[in-house]
Every structure is written in structure tokens, then in C-alpha cells.
């Protein structure tokens, strides 16, 4: 309703429009946005030709119910034809992260109503967002603060954001982004970013997971045409592996982590997505604590990754008069792609290490291990027939526990130390999971611990096979040597162990096992 101007006023109008619709979805596909259907909308506002310009004055557009799930518009444009002269503000709510599925996954977490307010305006000649609000979610659950501005939407200038993210676990973040993350918590991160379209960056970012508390900067470069990159520091005065997946919790028998499918041995690895984005990334710790006492100090890891070449580390750990540093690489610029992987370690507390996987490790002692290998392919299959390199471990003032290794191990050890009791010499078979002697003597029961006084194992590994050069156990009261080999491509080994006892009776005998399977 209104006038429209005739004779020396001919073309100036001033109307007044309404304007609803039942759905909004529908409307919102017309102007190329992308929405869940949030219900009717409803529309009013003053059209009126001013000096040449169409004004768009008292705005007021309402979709769906804002009390429960919809948004509000509000404001004036001075010129409607060239955008120019606006003055809008927006407001919307949420009562349920449900009701926004289409934009925010599938299956969001359920953490309450979210909210959210900001000013659009181009008071400085760029049309731009001079202050956003979005907050949502209960404390307890998830909570979302975010607060900033943007000077040029049409470009995505540049932005400040200052946002604080509060999370029960893990879990309910992952779930925004449809990912599983395990539920370790509580969360909290904070930080301002700032930044435009091909460059942003993470300032004063710190960031709590449970015990361990990080802070540094976070940069990220989107130029077009250009890989994206993405640099990281980090710094933390002291990581808890438990809260970094890295070690199972107190209580817990193991790690946990999401149940993942196996790849099929020869299904191709997607090596390729590595050429997707470069990144630099280091992260220093003055402590890294776990359970059953472990401590250790000054930790250090890089990770770079330029054109599909992946290097991580050195990282490296000291702790207890230990030392630990390991490293690893994927060329995925090769076809196919090469893989090495280095780790050293001395006097490593085995027990603890350990300790952290396991809440009653079956191997104690102090360590020192050793490993070098390096592979190409471009399947699990292809990787274990082309392995290469050596490994080795030693370990001394060490506890064998002997009920914590699993039925072939019991039964190997309970055939050797009841074959020192047996008066005939014979050999050992394996049959199925079990091992008889040729006697067809019943073994004698294993014992709870042995002593190790000394341990030495070294492979030479080649085209998937690893071929023992030196294999053997000092338990104190007896030494067994071993010789053989553990075909990683078939899944099968070969060893042979002759024990032999340090003091020796008339009576006594020794009988070799053969294991094999």
C-alpha cells in the first residue's frame, strides 16, 4: 500500500510492504542460502524513493518462532540498489543444535539453546560486521562464546574474533564435526583470532585438557591457488599422557580408543591426502606425567609436512637417567610412497613405559631398544613384504611375569622348566595353542615370575622376514639361546630355544623347543 508520484513527482513512490511465506527453506534456496526449515516467515517494511535512492526503512523480518527456533532482522537500508547505508541488526535462536542439523552435522550433540546477535553496517565506507555474539550450551555439557567483528563481508577482510569453548570431553566437540574423539575432559579453549581470507592466525590461545593446561599461537595461510599451510607453537608446563591418549586411564586395562575396521591388507592407503596441506608444527613440555609414577622431562616434537613429504620429529624424552628419541617419515611424493622410522631408547624403566598401556605389564626391567626400519608401498600388504631394517632390545635387572603373557607363553615357559625335571632327553612340539613334550609328559606348572638377569634380542629384517642374529635369556638359574625367524608377510615363525642350566645335576636335562605356527 502507499502513493506513487505522477507530473513533476512522476517515478517517486513511497509504499509500505508485507510480505510472509508458510516455509522458509524454500525462500532461502531462491537467494542461494542453504537453511533448515526453521517454519513461516514474516516480512514488513517502508519502500520509498529518496533523491534518487530506494530507502528500505523500518525493516522487521521474523522466521520462524524466535522464542523457540528462528531469527530476527531489524533496521533500515539507506540505499537499497547499491547496498549503501545500512544499519541492520540480527538476532537468532536455536532451541536445540537439532534443529539446525543441515548446518551444523547430522548428529549434534544435545547441549541446549544457542543464541546469537550482530550489527551489520557500513559506516566506514565497507560493508561489514561491526560486532557479532553467539553463546550457547550449558557448562556442564558444552558451552560456545564467541564475540568479534568483520570490516569487509563482502571479501571476508579482516576479522577479530574472540571466542571460549567448554566441553564436558573430547566427545562432544568431535560430534560438531562428525568426528569420534575419545572422552577425555573436562575441555576448555580460549583465544582471539585475527586475520582475513588468505591469512589468520590463533593469538593468545590458552587451552585446558582435563590436567594439562597448553598455550601458544596457532597461523593459517589460504592464499588462492596456493597450498593451504598451516604453523603451529605450542608450549606446556606438563602433559599428562592419560589426557592426550596416550596412556589408559587409572582403573582402565588399556587405552582406549574408537573401534576402527582394519584396513584390508591391500587396499590402498590414502597416502595422497597428505599432499593436501603443508604444516610446521612443534610442541615443548617441561614434564610429562603418567601413571604408575612415570615422569619424565623436557619433551620436544616437530612436525613439518611440505608437498606430501611428512617428517615428524626428532622427539625426544628424558626421564629417570633415560633418555628417548624417535622419529619418523612418509614420502608420499614417491610412487610408491617410502616410509622410515627410527627410535632410540636407553635405560628406559620398561615397567613404566609399559605401565602406561597395561595395569600389569608382563615385562620389567630396564631397557635399552633400538629400531631402523624403512619400507615402500603402497599397501599394508605391500609395506610388510618390503620391510627392511634392524631391531633390537636388551634388558637387565628385569622381572619376567609369566602368568601376564598370554597361553603360548605360559606354555612354553612351563615346558622348560618342566623339561629341567625330566630325565629323558626329547624335543617340543607345538600343537594348536598348547605345547607337549614328545615324552608326552605333562608340563609342569609355570611359575608366577623368573628374573631376568640379562635379555639380548637383535633382528635383521628383510623383505618382511626378521631373522634373530642373537636371541637369548638369563633367568639366573638358566640361560636359553634361541635362533630362527618371524615371516611378517605369511604371519608365521620359526624359532628354536635350547635351555641350559647354569648348575647341572646327573639327573637333570635340558630338552629344546621347536616353536613354530
Given at each position: 500500500s502507499g502513493t506513487v508520484g505522477g507530473g513533476k513527482q512522476r517515478g517517486n513512490f513511497d509504499l509500505r510492504v508485507v510480505a510472509s511465506a508458510p516455509e522458509s527453506a524454500p525462500i532461502a534456496q531462491r537467494i542461494g542460502l542453504e537453511i533448515p526449515e526453521l517454519g513461516s516467515i514474516q516480512g514488513s517494511g517502508n519502500l520509498a524513493e529518496e533523491s534518487g535512492a530506494v530507502r528500505l526503512s523500518e525493516i522487521s523480518l521474523e522466521v520462524g518462532q524466535h522464542r523457540r527456533t528462528g531469527?530476527?532482522?531489524?533496521?533500515?537500508?539507506?540505499?537499497?540498489?547499491?547496498?549503501?547505508?545500512?544499519?541492520?541488526?540480527g538476532s537468532f535462536r536455536a532451541e536445540s543444535l537439532r534443529h539446525l542439523s543441515p548446518l551444523v552435522g547430522q548428529n549434534p550433540p544435545e547441549i541446549g539453546a544457542v543464541t546469537g546477535t550482530a550489527h551489520l553496517t557500513d559506516r566506514d565506507g565497507t560493508l561489514g560486521i561491526e560486532k557479532?555474539?553467539?553463546?550457547?550450551?550449558?557448562?556442564?555439557?558444552?558451552?560456545?562464546?564467541?564475540?568479534?567483528?568483520?570490516?569487509d563481508i563482502r571479501s571476508l577482510?579482516?576479522?577479530?574474533?574472540?571466542?571460549?569453548?567448554?566441553?564436558?570431553?573430547?566427545?562432544?566437540?568431535?560430534?560438531?564435526?562428525?568426528?569420534?574423539?575419545?572422552?577425555?575432559?573436562?575441555?576448555?579453549?580460549?583465544?582471539?583470532?585475527?586475520?582475513?581470507?588468505?591469512?589468520?592466525?590463533?593469538?593468545?590461545?590458552?587451552?585446558?585438557?582435563?590436567?594439562?593446561?597448553?598455550s601458544g599461537e596457532i597461523e593459517g595461510s589460504f592464499a588462492p591457488g596456493v597450498?593451504?599451510?598451516?604453523?603451529?607453537?605450542?608450549?606446556?608446563?606438563?602433559?599428562?599422557?592419560?589426557?592426550?591418549?596416550?596412556?589408559?586411564?587409572?582403573?582402565?586395562?588399556?587405552?582406549?580408543?574408537?573401534?576402527?575396521?582394519?584396513?584390508?591388507?591391500?587396499?590402498?592407503l590414502p597416502f595422497?591426502?597428505?599432499r593436501l596441506i603443508d604444516a610446521d608444527l612443534s610442541l615443548h613440555a617441561d614434564r610429562v606425567v603418567g601413571r604408575n609414577d612415570f615422569r619424565g622431562e623436557r619433551v620436544d616434537l616437530s612436525l613439518t609436512l611440505v608437498d606430501g613429504d611428512l617428517a615428524v620429529g626428532p622427539v625426544t624424552l628424558t626421564y629417570e637417567g633415560g633418555s628417548f628419541t624417535g622419529s619418523a617419515r612418509i614420502d608420499a611424493r614417491l610412487d610408491p610412497p617410502k616410509l622410515s622410522f627410527d627410535l632410540e631408547g636407553t635405560e628406559m624403566h620398561l615397567g613404566r613405559v609399559v605401565g602406561q598401556f597395561q595395569e600389569r605389564p608382563a615385562v620389567t626391567g630396564f631397557s635399552d631398544l633400538s629400531l631402523n626400519l624403512e619400507s615402500r608401498g603402497g599397501s599394508v600388504d605391500a609395506l610388510r613384504a618390503a620391510l627392511r631394517g634392524d631391531a633390537s632390545l636388551a634388558i637387565h635387572e628385569g622381572q619376567l611375569h609369566v602368568r601376564r603373557m598370554g597361553l603360548i607363553a605360559q606354555d612354553v615357559f612351563g615346558n622348560l622348566y618342566g623339561s629341567v625335571r625330566q630325565s629323558?632327553?626329547?624335543?617340543?612340539?607345538?600343537?594348536?595353542?598348547g605345547f607337549t613334550p614328545d615324552t608326552g609328559r605333562k608340563a609342569a606348572a609355570v611359575p608366577d615370575t623368573r628374573p631376568i638377569q640379562c635379555f639380548a634380542g637383535d633382528f635383521a629384517i628383510e623383505e618382511g622376514v626378521a631373522k634373530a642374529r642373537v636371541l637369548a635369556l638369563d633367568t639366573g638359574e638358566m640361560v636359553m639361546l634361541g635362533k630362527g625367524q618371524i615371516d611378517l608377510v605369511e604371519e608365521r615363525y620359526d624359532i628354536h630355544i635350547k635351555p641350559m642350566l647354569k648348575r647341572r645335576s646327573l639327573l637333570e636335562v635340558t630338552i629344546p623347543l621347536h616353536i613354530h605356527g
Open positions: 531469527a530476527k532482522l531489524s533496521g533500515e537500508i539507506g540505499d537499497l540498489l547499491r547496498l549503501r547505508d545500512v544499519n541492520l541488526n557479532f555474539e553467539l553463546q550457547g550450551g550449558e557448562p556442564e555439557t558444552l558451552r560456545i562464546e564467541v564475540t568479534g567483528a568483520c570490516d577482510g579482516e576479522i577479530g574474533v574472540k571466542g571460549n569453548l567448554q566441553a564436558k570431553d573430547l566427545s562432544l566437540i568431535g560430534a560438531l564435526f562428525d568426528a569420534h574423539l575419545p572422552p577425555i575432559g573436562p575441555v576448555e579453549i580460549s583465544g582471539l583470532v585475527e586475520g582475513g581470507r588468505e591469512q589468520a592466525g590463533i593469538r593468545e590461545m590458552p587451552a585446558r585438557l582435563d590436567k594439562t593446561h597448553f597450498r593451504p599451510r598451516l604453523t603451529a607453537r605450542l608450549e606446556s608446563p606438563s602433559i599428562h599422557l592419560d589426557d592426550v591418549g596416550l596412556a589408559a586411564r587409572d582403573g582402565d586395562e588399556a587405552v582406549s580408543s574408537p573401534p576402527v575396521a582394519e584396513p584390508p591388507g591391500s587396499e590402498t595422497d591426502r597428505l629323558v632327553a626329547g624335543t617340543t612340539r607345538m600343537i594348536g595353542r
